[in-house]
């Protein structure tokens, strides 16, 4: 992330979409071809959120080590001041890493320090530790006792020592059979088959969903939409949540919910989202806040569905925009009941179906147009129902009628060019007679229709 947007003045910046994708990967990858039995991390967001995924897949919790140290400047970046490719970092020499000797020996005796601690705490245990380049680097040239070798490491590349005989023996450096991500094997007919086949179709859905929202990358996403901000603002004065609390938003898209509620007090907001695109424009819209309250928002990878944190571990979930993508709703609605502490609270917004059969199938048949990611619809009714059923009981809902620009909702998120003219043709045939159930009309020689939004406030008694 510091890499690519060098324009930004923070040194401790998160994960590109391209480092969550190869952080994913890893994480699976070490979770069924190594045994791991302490994982230890450097106290930078980028080491903590790969940690953070690596613990969720192997199910160990993560130590951040404090004292670990790491130098602020890119272990990528030559004495030009130009980066390698992304998969790459070049092999330097220390003084191309350390512009003062005397900088480097303070950084090599401290992750000496630290290594050694790990070592003592730990012996017989395999420890796994997430560095960057520059951690890796000094590790490996603590182990072998040759301090000025120059070592390239890849991103997301596997290096192990191993203390034999009273000494460290190099096992592998730049190990990287799990990239690129292998395919899943094909399992044949068993008594869980149908398990499998509701296993695969969630994870149809979710890819769908990924690749629906990795098109819209940081360069078209625009940072100043009034018009979001707006409908945000209004979600969350009907929240009303009081400061002070630890708020998880699900499906946090670009961040901006996430920075809001920091704005508004929240003690920490944690933005999870199955896009690691989408995840890049979060990170970057935190990375250039001037705001303070920035630093209490962090992100992480992850699916509605099964989500890597504690019970009972946040005092308000927000889920907005997500129950529409998903034909097993209640799944999410179970997984926010046990994040959340007895009288947390849940925030729900949905788009909002008619009642009327046949306006509800043509608004399905739109949105699906326009996102091939979409599912259904729900009517108020459902959404209370499936809450309700969920553990939760209601204090409040609402209705929320938003104005929406036909051509600017379209282009939210990139409609195919060849479903434009489609859509473009479906909501206009609401102009005389309301067959869409949207209120279509002509404003200012552009369409507009009502973006109706269910909202519900709900607490875990």
């Known amino acids: 992330m510091h890499s690519r947007y060098s324009e930004l003045s923070t040194e401790d910046s998160g994960l590109t ?32 959120l790969t940690a953070q995924r690596i613990g969720q897949a192997i199910g160990r919790p993560v130590i951040v080590q404090p004292e670990m140290p790491h130098h602020p400047r890119s272990f990528a970046a030559s004495r030009s001041g130009r980066f390698d490719a992304p998969t790459h970092y070049p092999p330097l020499h220390i003084d191309e890493q350390f512009e003062d000797q005397t900088v480097y020996e303070d950084f090599r ?4 320090a630290v290594l050694e601690a790990l070592v003592d705490a730990h012996m017989g245990k395999r420890v796994a530790v997430v560095l960057d380049g520059n951690g890796v680097a000094t590790a490996l040239r603590i182990g072998l006792g040759a301090p000025a070798i120059s070592i390239a490491v890849n991103h997301t590349s596997i290096s192990e020592l ?13 190990r990287m059979e799990h990239m ?53 603002r209004h979600l969350l004065k009907f929240a009303n949540l009081p400061t002070g609390q630890r708020i998880l938003d699900v499906g946090t898209g670009n961040g901006r919910l996430a920075l809001m509620l920091a704005e508004d007090g929240a ?38 569905q099964s989500l890597p944190f504690r019970s009972e571990g946040f005092d308000a979930a927000i889920c907005r925009l ?24 849940l925030i729900l917004a949905d788009l909002l179906a008619t009642d009327d059969p046949v306006r509800r199938a043509t608004q399905n048949t739109i949105e699906a147009r326009r996102n091939p990611s979409h599912v259904t619809i729900y009517t ?11 553990g939760f009981t209601i204090e409040n ?53 009502d973006q109706r939004l269910f909202y519900i406030k709900a607490v875990k008694k």
């Open 17 to 48: 979409a391209r480092g969550w994708e190869q952080t994913n990967i890893l994480a699976s990858w070490l979770a069924t071809h190594e045994k791991i039995d302490v994982l230890v991390c450097a106290p930078q967001l980028r080491s903590r």
């Open 109 to 112: 005796q401290r992750m000496v």
């Open 267 to 304: 003690r920490e907001v944690v933005g999870i989202d199955i896009s690691p695109a989408m995840l890049e424009v979060a990170e970057y819209l935190r990375a250039s806040s001037m705001a303070p309250s920035a630093q209490r928002v962090n992100y992480r990878l992850a699916s509605a």
């Open 180 to 232: 690129p991500q292998p395919a899943l094997a094909q399992s044949g007919p068993s008594a869980e088959q149908a398990t499998e086949a509701d296993i695969q179709a969630l994870q149809d859905e979710l890819d769908q969903i990924t690749q629906v929202y990795n098109r819209v990358l940081a360069s078209s996403v625009n940072l100043n939409d009034q018009g979001r901000d707006q409908r945000l």
């Open 322 to 345: 997500v129950l529409h993508h998903t034909h097993h709703p209640d799944v999410i609605i179970r997984e926010l009941f046990r994040l959340l502490r007895p009288g947390g609270v």
């Open 397 to 449: 809902d609402a209705l929320a009628v938003f104005d929406r620009e036909m051509e600017d909702w379209l282009s939210d998120l990139q409609c195919d060019p060849a479903n434009r003219p489609i859509v473009r043709e479906m909501i206009e045939a609401g102009l005389e007679t309301d067959a869409t159930g949207l209120k279509v009309r002509q404003q200012g020689g552009k369409l507009v229709f």
């Open 162 to 174: 191993q203390w034999v005989a009273g000494r460290w023996c190099l096992l592998c450096t730049n």
């Open 380 to 390: 108020a009714e459902q959404y209370r129902k499936m809450v309700v059923n969920g």
